[in-house]
């Protein structure tokens, strides 16, 4: 794969954890449950590491990483979060659910790509935290104790 190919990849991870931090803002804004909050606040920050590493390694590339905004995608997914979460906690975590999924997706594309190894090791371990989040998610939504 080419350095610009690389760099470009990298960025697009880069979006995709952008907008997972302003899907989690509106989540955790409407989030009516302390300990949902909690973890919710966790992978945010989570988010926001995967955002350090990846810029760091566009930067290695002599790349430009991508200012940290929202796009069209995560405007859509922002404003689709935020909507979801004002009617209820379930909807907070339907929203979550369908963003993660689609980080999830991404992230096992991307490690599976023919990257230079220190890149697949971190992009692994990210992997590894979004499987986590999405799992939590649907814990929560498959747990009939909890009244959402």
Known sequence: MERRDIIERLN?????DVDAVEAYDH?????????????FLDFQDD??????????????????????????RGYLLEVFT???SV????????AMKRNET???????????LDLPEEFIIILRTNLSQEIRHLQYIEE????????L
């Not at 980080?103 to 490690?111: C, G």
């Open 87 to 94: 009617t209820s906690t379930q909807g907070a975590l339907e």
């Open 47 to 72: 988010h926001k590491t995967h955002i350090s590493e990846l810029s760091a390694f566009v930067q290695q590339l002599d790349g430009k990483p991508i200012k940290p905004k929202p796009d069209l």
């Open 12 to 16: 697009d991870l880069i979006q995709l």
């Open 27 to 39: 989540a955790i804004k409407h989030m009516e449950y302390a300990d949902i909050r909690k973890r």
């Open 140 to 147: 929560i939504l498959d747990n009939p104790r909890r009244d």
């Open 82 to 84: 935020a909507l979801r």
């Open 102 to 112: 689609l980080t999830n997706e991404k992230y096992r594309e991307a490690a599976d």
